[in-house]
């Protein structure tokens, strides 16, 4: 009991004696030796046992109980650092806080050295992460299943402006976070042929006879909800060689053919895809989500038998979310295992894989709707390929039944597209398959049902419902913007944390003047820690006064990074014009990945850096801009840029943005939005209230007429002199020494398809922001709409989201677990 005392004890001086211990007995060091990992580590290892203790529980509840269980897949997981989430839902940070200090460490400096698992690229992923923490919260029996990269998204560096990339070795110094499960390995085929022949019951049966067998490791990370004693399971899937040394070949003296196998496995999950929306049908990437969806449903089947809860029951014991297409393979995949494996006939299967998976589509952008060509396909997953053309014939004939004599129709639903060299259409695939589909905003789930998917929707309208992305307030509030948490909780006790709606009651301190002078002085607590951090990485001195207005998010041309570029050429060259102009100062800040191959994202990077070099220099401004870049944006540095935000940047063409979730994040850390009406934007400004929102541009209706009707960018450019003045200076040279080559292609795009409307929306973005800096001039009407802002977001927490799904589409209830051993 002592033992167990000090290992789950939560004051404290128990803490600070089992965080001794580990240094001793884990890293076996003394302090005089002990290095900040040694620490770091020693004290992961300390959260940790009090996490095992309620991760135990939580897994020998469901067993008992045989638990409905959410299993989302999703190939990313963006989950950040652990230590202080779990501090946080632990309720133990303020304690840890205190004991290091009390052992002359820094709490905040044993975070940093935390390397963040970044297995994800963007929204999507950290979507996931978020929602791993609310179904926790919610007590809600879940499973995340994915793939453990060795290499997560690379580390950014900038060199001379651009953006470089280097090896992301988040493993390097281990992971205190996880348990490798050997014991729950998996077996999966890739490659070789198909055989048919008929059982001795007379039944014809397939084989699949694979050239190519891997092992899937399973690692398992506890994720502990906020202030409840659920602690569900992240299960990571590691690929490796069955056998890891192959004798014979080393015998005959082929010592590469000896490891051939062990190399060639391994890479299925060695590195995640830096592609963020555009799909690029790499034969590695199609690998690796077959691997981690057969990883994942043999598993599933193994937990079931291990409940001896009967196959056909599969669909009631598991209701599986698609994080997107990448693991839509597993509706297939499900039927292969029930059917050869498990001997089911086609209808059986088919009911329970249909009632198991639910589909969620996250970017309307055609370049990244996954379709695999045949050859490739069926070269691969061989049994896949037939099994999918049975599914597709079903389907078909299902279509002409409900619309007759539509061979159009027909061509368009099909799994397969017929064009070119043929292609299986993922999406297709994952409607079918899925007796629930849903987009991740309201506008977004719209588009979809009268554009994307219409054919879909019009087929089963009864599949198709909204559900509008949310954010962790425990990650996003509690950690990274502990004195607001605090003066919120001081104001209307700590339930918002668990229940977000409850914010609304702090619209009743709006406008105490104390309260306001609170508000604005955490504001400028968190904008002086960043002007600290920009000095540090940046050697760049920025006003704590002045407006900081960010934009941080992967780099995409409908993200629009370079329409506000164009607002801060435009302020430059009103000031080269008058260097007397009276100016609010600014702040820009950038934060964001291209991917490595995308050129325009990474030379919008190039030319970030070129105009702050220029800006950030030049006398006639003095210091009123200043334009930062700042490198590796990941789940770490949001932390830090989210509290420190007056002004969010969310300015995507309309229509093009599924929803947004950096934009919940700035509002509840009190910034005040500048955006169109696309995504989740729109829900935002409606909860919020239009007087408290920046909007500005065309709406997506006026975009689809506009593209209809033929849009000549260059008409706005010859119309609006200071569109051609902010462009003529970009295309001079005058950003980069006199070379008029080098940002050419972006310029040259602009003037002649602008696809994503800059120059339709330049005028509308640039009088909304003239307002903004009106607004900031006057810090109590300023102050006043940030309160609200922050009030009235109570709807975007992730919670919210999760409550949606369970009552929806998992229809899976809570289940309370007892801290009994
Ligand atoms: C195949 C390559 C690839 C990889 C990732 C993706 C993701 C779907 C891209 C993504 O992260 N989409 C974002 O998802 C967020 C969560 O729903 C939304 O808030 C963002 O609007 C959407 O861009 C598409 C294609």
């Not at 994040?665 to 400004?685: C, H, M, P, S, W």
Request: net charge negative.
């Amino acid at each position: 009991r002592c033992e167990l005392s000090n290992r789950t004890g939560m004051d404290s001086e128990t803490l600070k004696r089992a965080f001794l211990n580990n240094l001793f007995y884990v890293q076996g060091k003394f302090p005089a030796l002990a290095t900040t990992n040694d620490y770091y580590m020693a004290l992961a290892y300390t959260v940790r046992d009090r996490l095992l203790q309620r991760w135990i529980n939580t897994a020998a509840t469901y067993t008992e109980l045989g638990s409905r269980t959410v299993a989302y897949f999703s190939a990313e997981f963006l989950m950040g650092p652990h230590l202080g989430n779990n501090l946080i839902n632990l309720g133990i940070y303020d304690q840890v806080e205190q004991g290091m200090a009390e052992l002359g460490l820094s709490l905040d400096e044993l975070q940093e050295e935390e390397e963040e698992p970044g297995l994800g690229n963007g929204g999507l992923g950290r979507l996931a992460a978020c929602y791993l923490d609310s179904l926790a919260t919610l007590d809600i029996p879940s499973l995340g299943y994915g793939i453990r990269y060795e290499f997560g998204i690379f580390d950014q560096d900038i060199r001379d402006g651009w953006q470089v990339e280097r090896t992301d070795k988040w493993l390097s110094a281990g992971n205190p976070w996880e348990i490798a499960r050997p014991e729950w390995s998996v077996e999966i085929k890739l490659g070789g042929h198909t055989e048919h022949y008929t059982d001795d019951h007379g039944n014809y049966r397939s084989r699949w006879v694979p050239d190519q067998v891997v092992k899937g490791i399973p690692y398992d990370t506890p994720i502990l909800g906020y202030q409840t004693n659920t602690a569900n399971t992240l299960r990571l899937w590691t690929a490796e060689a069955p056998e890891s040394f192959d004798f014979r070949s080393f015998n005959s003296g082929d010592y590469l053919g000896a490891v051939y196998e062990k190399m060639i496995s391994e890479n299925i999950s060695k590195v995640l895809y830096p592609n963020d929306d555009s799909s690029q049908g790499k034969q590695l990437r199609l690998t690796q989500q077959f691997f981690f969806v057969s990883c994942s449903l043999q598993d599933m089947i193994r937990i079931l038998h291990g409940q001896n809860l009967p196959l056909e029951n599969f669909h009631k014991k598991f209701a599986v979310q698609l994080n997107d297409t990448h693991p839509a393979i597993s509706v297939v995949e499900l039927m292969r295992l029930l059917i050869d494996h498990h001997q089911m006939d086609w209808e059986q299967a088919w009911t329970i894989t249909h009632q198991t998976f639910a589909y969620t589509n996250h970017t309307l952008l055609p370049e990244a709707l996954e379709r695999w060509p045949i050859e490739l396909f069926g070269s691969l997953l061989p049994r896949h390929l037939e099994l999918i053309y049975e599914i597709n014939q079903r389907f078909l004939d299902e279509v002409r039944i409900k619309f007759p004599d539509d061979e159009e129709r027909m061509i368009r639903m099909s799994l397969i597209d017929e064009s070119g060299e043929r292609y299986v259409r993922m999406a297709h695939l994952a409607c079918v398959g899925s007796h629930a589909i849903n987009g991740v905003a309201a506008l977004h789930t719209e588009l979809l049902q009268k554009d994307v998917l219409r054919d879909f929707y019009e087929m089963y309208p009864h599949k198709f419902t909204n559900k509008t992305n949310g954010v962790t307030p425990r990650r996003f509030m509690v950690l990274s913007n502990s004195q607001l948490s605090k003066l919120i909780t001081s104001k209307i006790g700590d339930s918002w944390i668990k229940n977000l709606k409850e914010l609304q009651q702090l619209e009743q301190f709006v406008d105490d003047a104390g309260f306001q002078v609170e508000w604005r002085r955490i504001k400028q607590h968190s904008k002086t820690e960043l002007a600290t951090y920009i000095q540090n990485n940046n050697n760049i001195t920025v006003d704590p006064d002045s407006l900081f207005d960010i934009q941080a998010k992967r780099f995409h041309e409908y993200k629009r990074q370079h329409l506000s570029l164009l607002h801060i050429v435009t302020l430059y060259n009103r000031i080269k014009a008058n260097p007397d102009i009276e100016i609010t100062p600014r702040t820009f800040i950038f934060g964001g990945k291209a991917a490595p191959g995308y050129f325009m994202a990474k030379l919008i990077i190039k030319l970030i850096n070129s105009v702050g070099n220029v800006v950030n220099r030049d006398p006639d401004v003095r210091g009123r801009l200043k334009v930062v870049f700042l490198k590796d944006y990941n789940v770490k540095l949001a932390q830090r840029i989210y509290p420190a935000a007056d002004l969010s940047e969310q300015i995507s063409t309309a229509g093009k943005e599924a929803s947004g979730t950096g934009n919940m994040k700035f509002a509840l850390n009190g910034a005040l939005t500048i955006g169109t009406l696309d995504g989740a934007n729109v829900e935002i400004r409606e909860e919020v209230g239009e007087e408290n929102f920046f909007l500005f541009g065309l709406t997506t209706e006026e975009v689809y007429h506009k593209r209809a009707h033929g849009y000549r960018s260059r008409d706005y450019y010859h119309t609006n002199a200071e569109l051609k003045l902010a462009i003529d200076r970009i295309a001079s040279g005058f950003f980069s020494q006199g070379d008029a080559e080098l940002f050419r292609p972006l310029v040259d795009d602009l003037l002649n398809q602008d696809q994503y409307f800059l120059f339709a929306d330049y005028a509308s973005y640039i009088a909304c922001q003239d307002q903004v800096a009106a607004v900031y001039k006057d810090q109590t009407k300023w102050t006043r709409m940030s309160i609200l802002n922050a009030a009235r977001m109570g709807k975007f927490s992730s919670d919210r989201s999760i409550e949606d799904y369970c009552r929806d589409i998992w229809k899976v209830e809570p289940v309370n677990v007892e801290l009994r051993q």
